[in-house]
C-alpha cells in the first residue's frame, strides 16, 4: 500500500493580523511585517478554510458534548481553518488564533450523532470560562505527577461534576480551577462516587497551569486573501512560468481536465492567465452530483468556453454494471474508473487528438493520504495508461488552502461561483457512490440528498442479501474494499463480527476473449486488447507479474502497468488487459499473453494449497493470508508452479 506523503508544513499565522500565511515567516502585509510562527499542525498539512456547515458541526458538537455556551471558543468572527488528519474516517484539526483547539471526527462507534470534539489543551482552556459539564478538581499532591502524564487516581479527586459519563472527555483542574489535563472518564459520576482507589480517567493531553492564547483582533477571507496577496501572486507566476514551459517542451495541443472541483478551477484560472489556446474535457460519468455538472455548465458558459467545451458521457450505466456484473466498486477494485471515465478519455483523445496531446491536470501531492508514488513522478509524466497523453500537474506542490485563497481572490475579481458541494462540508468532490468517501461524506450525502443516498443504499443491500454479508458490511463501510486493510479487520474484530470474504464479480469460471493488430494511434505498435469475465485482485496480479518486468500499480484507479524494453502491458481492476509494443508482431504478442495469463489465474484463483511452494526449488514463492505469493528477484522462471498448479485449466 503506498504510504503517507509527508509534504512540508506551509501554514504560517501573524500574531498581529491574526491570519493564516502562506509559507512565509514573514508578514508580507505591508502595514504589519511583523515575523509569523509555524502553526503546529499535523501531516500530510493540507489545510483549508472552514465553511458554514463545518463551523455549524463543529459549535453543535462541542455544545451536545461540554454543555451550552461552551460551543463559543468557536468565534465566528475569526478565521478558522481546518486541517485533515490520518484517522480510519475523517477527522480535521480545528485552528483559531494560530492554535489547534482540537479536533473534529466522525466516529463510526459512536451512537446517534457521530460527530464529536475531542479539545486539545488549548480548546480546554477556552472552554473553562463557560463551564463545561466534565471536570475534576484534584488535591496539590496529584498535580505534579498529572502534569508529567500520570493518569488520575481516585484518591486525589477533591471534587468533580454530577454529568460525567462513562468514556466522556473530562477536564482535569487543580483545586483552584486551573486546567493540567484533558482525559477519558473510565466511569460515571455516580461511579466516581463510590470509587476510593484505581484509575479514574486516562490522561490524553497533559501541561502545567498556563491561560490560552487568544488573540486580538478579528478577520475574515477577505482580509487573509489581501494580505497573502503578493504570496499568491508568487506561487501563480511560478504556475505560469511551468506552463509557459511545458507548453513549449510539448508541440501538442493543448488540453485541461476539467473535474469541476477546486483544483482544476484554479488550473482553468492559470491556463486563462497563460493566454494558451486549449480545450477542456468533462467526462460525465453518469454518477456525478447534479451540481456538479450544472457548476461545470456554468464555468464554461461564464469563461466563454463553449466552443473549446469537449463532454463525454459514460456509455455504461453504473448501477446497471454495478448489478450484472462488478457489484459495488472497491478502493482496490474500482472498474469504475476504467468502464465509466478512462475508457471514455481514450474515446475522447482518440477522436479529436489522434497525433497526441499535452493535458494539463490538477492534481496535488498533498490531497491524499495515498500520493506518496504520485508525487516521485514528478510535474510531467507520459501517461503509460493513455499513449497519447503526456500529463502536466501545474499546482502539485500546492496546499488546498492556497488552492482556496487563489478562487476567493479571482472570485472577487471575475465574479463566478466555485462548487457549492464544498460549502456542505464535503472535501472533496467527485462521483456520488465513490469508494473513497468517507463515512462522513455519506452521511452528508444522507442530509443533503436523500433520494442519491437511497439509489446506493439500495444497490449495497442487494449486494449484501445475495452474498449474505452482514449489516454491518454497509453500515460500516467495509463495502469500500475488497481486501479490508488491518484498519477495518481490527474493528471487525473489535465488535466481534465474523470475518466473511467479498465477491465481486463472477470469480468461477474466468474466461477471456481478445483481439490483436495495428495500433490506430499511427505510432507503428501492434496492440492486443482482452477482457477477462471477472475483476481482478490487481495486488497479487501486481505481485505475480513483477517476474516480467517493472511494475507500477496504481490501486486508488485500479491500473496495473507492466514495462519490458519496448513492451508495455497494461491491467484494470475490471478485467481489460492491454499489451503494446514496437518490437513484436501479432504472433509474439499472442505469445506475450500466453506467458501472463497462467500467473493471472494463479494469483485470481490461488486457493492456497501450497503445491507450488514445494515444488520451486529457488524458494521464490510463500504463503500468505492462506495464498501463494512470490519473490519476483528469486524465481528462474522454471514455471513448474504454473505447469502443475491444480487450478489452473485457462489457456488463451
Known sequence: MPSLFLGRNQLYWCSDCNVPIIDAKRCPNPDCE???FEVKISPPYDCRPAFKDDIKRIKDSIAAQF??????????????????????????????????????????????????????????????????????????????????????????????SKEIKKNDLTFILTESGKLIAVGIA?????????????????????????????????A?????????????????????????????????????????????????????????????????????????????????????????????????????????????????????????????????IRDHYPDGVLTFVGNRKYESFLRRDEARRGKIARNSYIPQQVSAHPINNWIALLVWLY????????????????????????????????LADIEILKTHFPEKYDELWSLLREHAEKNEYPEEWMTLGFWR????????????????????????????????NYTVGMSPCKDGSVVLEGHFNTGLDLERVSNFLEIFGKTMLNLEHGILNVKEDLTSITIFSDGSLNIRSYNHDESELINDLKKIVPFILKAQKCIGCGLCIELCTS????????????????????????????????SP
Open 34 to 36: 511583523k515575523d509569523t
Open 67 to 160: 454543555g451550552m455556551n461552551c460551543e463559543k471558543i468557536i468565534d465566528e468572527k475569526k478565521v478558522i481553518v481546518l486541517n485533515k488528519v490520518p484517522y480510519e474516517d475523517r477527522m480535521d484539526e480545528v485552528i483559531i488564533d494560530g492554535q489547534v483547539l482540537g479536533n473534529i471526527r466522525y466516529n463510526v462507534l459512536k451512537d446517534g450523532d457521530k460527530w464529536e470534539f475531542l479539545p486539545k489543551l488549548e480548546g480546554a482552556r477556552r472552554m473553562l470560562q463557560f463551564t463545561p459539564r466534565t471536570w475534576i478538581k484534584v488535591d496539590a499532591g496529584a498535580v505534579p505527577r498529572i502534569v508529567k502524564g500520570a493518569n488520575l487516581l481516585a484518591p486525589g479527586i477533591v471534587d468533580y
Open 186 to 218: 473510565l466511569g460515571s459520576s455516580s461511579e466516581i462516587a463510590k470509587q476510593k482507589r484505581g484509575l479514574v480517567v486516562r490522561v490524553k493531553y497533559h501541561d502545567t497551569p498556563r491561560p490560552p492564547k487568544i488573540l486580538n483582533g478579528h
Open 220 to 348: 475574515d477571507w477577505n482580509d487573509v486573501v489581501r494580505i497573502n496577496d503578493k504570496i499568491l501572486n508568487s506561487k501563480e507566476k511560478v504556475a505560469l512560468k511551468f506552463i509557459q514551459k511545458a507548453s513549449r517542451k510539448f508541440d501538442l495541443p493543448k488540453l485541461l481536465s476539467f473535474s469541476g472541483g477546486k483544483d482544476s478551477l484554479v488550473l482553468l484560472l492559470l491556463l486563462m492567465k497563460a493566454k494558451l489556446d486549449f480545450g477542456v474535457f468533462f467526462i460525465d460519468t453518469g454518477i456525478e452530483f447534479p451540481e456538479t455538472i450544472e457548476h461545470v455548465e456554468e464555468i464554461i458558459k461564464k469563461f466563454g468556453l463553449e466552443k473549446k467545451f469537449l463532454k463525454y458521457t459514460a456509455k455504461n450505466d453504473f448501477y446497471d454494471v454495478a448489478r450484472d456484473i462488478f457489484g459495488p466498486p472497491a478502493r482496490d477494485f474500482r472498474w469504475c474508473c476504467k468502464v465509466l471515465k478512462l475508457s471514455n478519455v481514450n474515446d475522447l
Open 407 to 438: 478562487i476567493f481572490r479571482e472570485q472577487e475579481r471575475n465574479n463566478f461561483n466555485f462548487n457549492p458541494l464544498y460549502e456542505l462540508g464535503y472535501e472533496r468532490v467527485g462521483c456520488i457512490p465513490c469508494p473513497a468517501n468517507k
Open 481 to 512: 474494499w475488497k481486501k479490508l486493510p488491518k484498519s477495518q479487520t481490527n474493528l471487525m474484530e473489535k465488535l466481534q463480527i465474523a470475518p466473511f470474504k467479498a465477491k465481486y464479480g463472477k470469480n468461477d469460471d474466468i474466461t477471456m
Open 619 to 650: 524458494q521464490a514463492i510463500y504463503l500468505k493470508d492462506e495464498k501463494a505469493w512470490m519473490v519476483a528477484e528469486n524465481c528462474t522462471k522454471c514455471l513448474e508452479c504454473i505447469k502443475k498448479c491444480p487450478i489452473l485449466k485457462f
